[in-house]
């Protein structure tokens, strides 16, 4: 069965950086997109970033543009989310999903599979 397991979440003050990782099993990882979403407390689930199979194309939503990079390492069954310059407003439990294909899709209900996610907590 596929499973998806993050990590690299914590506690960083603001300014700070991160880098969470989604380590993959159970699938062909190249046969699928994978996604980051972020839902904060009393806040609706959010997308994050995504990759293509190749890293080929990527896609940012505009409050991390800039400062977040998505990448993916196919061997490892891996992908990671180098997260930079984090503000306040980037609290939230950060889980990695995925779906079959090569579109990048924006909404959580395209994607089939998700992990239970890592909390990131940034300090002011």
């Known amino acids: 069965q596929v499973q998806l397991v993050e990590s690299g979440g914590g506690l960083v003050q603001a300014g700070g950086s991160l880098r969470l990782s989604c380590a993959a099993s159970?699938?062909?990882?190249?046969?699928?997109?994978m996604g980051w979403f972020r839902q904060a407390p009393g806040k609706e689930r959010e997308f994050v970033a995504a990759?293509?199979?190749?890293?080929?194309?990527?896609h940012y939503a505009d409050s991390v543009k800039g400062r977040f990079t998505i990448s993916r390492d196919n061997a490892k069954n891996t992908v990671y989310l180098q997260m930079n310059s984090l503000k306040p407003e980037d609290t939230a439990n950060y889980c990695c999903?995925?779906?079959?294909?090569?579109?990048?899709?924006?909404?959580?209900?395209?994607?089939?599979?998700w992990g239970q996610g890592t909390q990131v907590t940034v300090s002011s």
């Open positions: 999903a995925t779906k079959e294909g090569l579109s990048i899709y924006y909404s959580a209900s395209y994607y089939n599979y």
């Open positions: 990759i293509v199979w190749n890293g080929g194309n990527t």
């Open positions: 159970g699938l062909t990882f190249t046969n699928y997109v």
